[in-house]
């Protein structure tokens, strides 16, 4: 059954550092979303992605972060400048287009740490 | 702004207890609604999706409805398996009238279920 994955599982860096998440979605989905999930609070959406553009994004989605689909199967997140509060799990998910092709499916997950 | 709460925060059941999870949402204009499952540490796996037009939907043991007018829905477990202890995550896609719909997901905190062998 096709899937979401995400590299790398997990990731550690200093404070100001830029990182990125990478995932590669189902290959015949169209959008694109990140989610990120603090320790022990709810899961939250940052950022939708349709069509080479954002479409969709909330108030967490600042100037430090950055969407890209870099190729026909790569979506990744990147983080500028890294600050501690950034430390999370961080989801990428996609769905398909038409009919009944609403349900978002997952990724297994980034574990960010941020020193 | 879409909220949703899901009660209990945690429950301990026997095997094979037959059990109802709550979800509650605070505005009614949803596209849709979708059920998953999050084990300690892993991703979220799909469990099932309602549509808006929809009052129920059911996979397996699982059975979820939705009613819009009192911003709820319930997720339906039945013969409760240890290898149903998870946390279960309920999430809200609220529709945009002018669009066809947010793109975002809104998650409640999740119930953490234990079923007890």
């Not at chain 1, 404070?15 to 990478?22: D, N, Y």
């Not at chain 1, 890209?68 to 950034?86: Q, Y």
């Not at chain 2, 999050?38 to 996979?59: M, N």
């Amino acid at each position: 059954e096709p899937e979401v994955t995400q590299t790398p599982s997990h990731q550690v860096t200093q404070m100001g550092q830029e990182v990125i998440l990478r995932c590669v979605p189902i290959s015949n989905h169209l959008y694109f979303y990140w989610y990120r999930q603090i320790l022990g609070q709810k899961v939250e959406f940052l950022v939708s992605f349709y069509n080479n553009e954002i479409s969709e994004k909330s108030e967490i989605f600042d100037d430090q972060f950055s969407v890209e689909r870099p190729d026909g199967s790569n979506f990744t997140l990147k983080i500028r400048s890294t600050k501690l509060e950034d430390s999370a799990m961080y989801f990428c998910a996609s769905r398909g287009t038409g009919g009944n092709y609403n349900e978002q499916f997952f990724g297994p997950g980034t574990r960010l740490t941020v020193l | 702004k879409q909220e949703v709460t899901q009660i209990p925060a945690a429950l301990s059941v026997p095997e094979g207890e037959n059990l109802v999870l709550n979800c509650s949402f605070t505005d009614s204009a949803i596209y849709n609604l979708q059920w998953f499952r999050q084990d300690p540490g892993k991703g979220l796996t799909s469990l099932l999706l309602i549509q808006s037009s929809q009052r129920e939907q059911t996979s397996g043991r699982l059975n979820a409805s939705l009613d819009k007018s009192s911003g709820r829905s319930t997720l339906y477990i039945a013969a409760s398996q240890p290898g149903d202890s998870a946390t279960y995550l309920c999430a809200a896609r609220t529709r945009v009238l002018t669009q066809g719909g947010s793109e975002k997901l809104v998650f409640g905190k999740g119930t953490k279920l234990t079923v007890n062998p």
